[in-house]
């Protein structure tokens, strides 16, 4: 007899257990879709700063007067960062990148000085480019503007597909959560439908019936949500060397939101799922019960 009560508490503690192992890890999806949709803008900003363009100096441009076009371009709300290249450092990058001396070839440096400007995100899309273009074109020390026109474009296309994909694929995602652990406590529910009958015929109220069943599914959607929160921390933790300006743990505000969303999620699905569980075994006839 005691070891039988062992084993049905032990059955009735396994089921309780996978089904808050499968809600976190619905959970723990949720989350990484979280995270990607929050941020979404670091990401794409990060991309799009990758963008920038050559401003390429006429070859009797003075050194100072080089570095005033610096600062001057470095105080431009357009630009993130900037860099000078002189041309004996471009004609030392370029011999280490073809593995050959071409100056000794060519017996002079064909390279022109340049300053190499990276982009503000906002500024990285082929409009204001040309409109960039254009405004230091017709300042005297430059010769020329040069980047990657198609590579601009492809830039922003991806992004904006991109961040239609993540929209789509988070919506998916949560519908599927959603009917994840709705199935999962239907199916806790199922398994205690007589005792449900049971405590309607000794006249027990709905409300008597249904409160012990939202107690142990709000627990149980506070427990998978926790243990989606650890996961969550322990895939920031694993990514953050790789992506330190997208995601990180000094992110405390966002984390604080994210993390309280999914403890949100948790709650919410598991206690309107058991409200509506245990509101249609309540409303079942007795000869319903064995089918």
Not at 20 to 43: D, E, H, T, Y
Not at 84 to 92: G, L, P, V, Y
Not at 138 to 160: G, H, I, M, T
Request: hydrophobic share 50%.
């Amino acid at each position: 007899m005691k070891l039988e009560k062992r084993s049905t508490k032990w059955r009735i503690r396994s089921s309780y257990l996978s089904s808050i192992i499968s809600n976190s890890l619905v959970l723990f999806m949720l989350g990484i879709l979280m995270l990607l949709l929050f941020n979404a803008k670091r990401l794409s900003d990060f991309v799009k700063e990758s963008i920038g363009f050559s401003v390429i100096l006429h070859d009797d441009m003075r050194e100072v007067d080089a570095n005033f076009l610096r600062k001057t371009l470095d105080a431009s709300p357009y630009v993130r960062l900037t860099e000078f290249i002189s041309k004996d450092q471009a004609a030392k990058e370029l011999q280490e990148e073809l593995g050959e001396d071409f100056m000794g070839f060519l017996g002079y440096n064909p390279l022109s000085s340049s300053i190499e400007v990276r982009l503000n995100a906002d500024y990285a899309n082929p409009d204001s480019i040309r409109l960039i273009e254009d405004e230091l074109m017709a300042l005297r020390p430059v010769k020329e503007v040069f980047y990657q026109k198609s590579l601009v474009n492809l830039v922003n296309d991806n992004v904006r597909k991109i961040s239609g994909i993540i929209l789509l694929f988070g919506l998916l995602l949560f519908f599927i959560a959603v009917v994840l652990i709705n199935n999962t406590i239907r199916l806790s529910v199922y398994s205690k439908r007589f005792l449900i009958n049971t405590m309607k015929l000794v006249g027990a109220t709905w409300g008597f019936i249904r409160r012990p069943f939202l107690i142990k599914g709000l627990a149980h959607g506070f427990y998978a949500s926790i243990l989606a929160i650890a996961l969550l921390s322990g895939v920031i933790y694993l990514i953050q060397n790789e992506f330190y300006e997208v995601i990180n743990f000094g992110q405390v505000d966002l984390l604080a939101i994210i993390f309280g969303l999914v403890v949100l999620a948790g709650l919410l699905i598991n206690s309107f799922s058991t409200f509506f569980a245990v509101r249609k075994y309540l409303k079942l006839k007795v000869d319903d019960l064995y089918y």
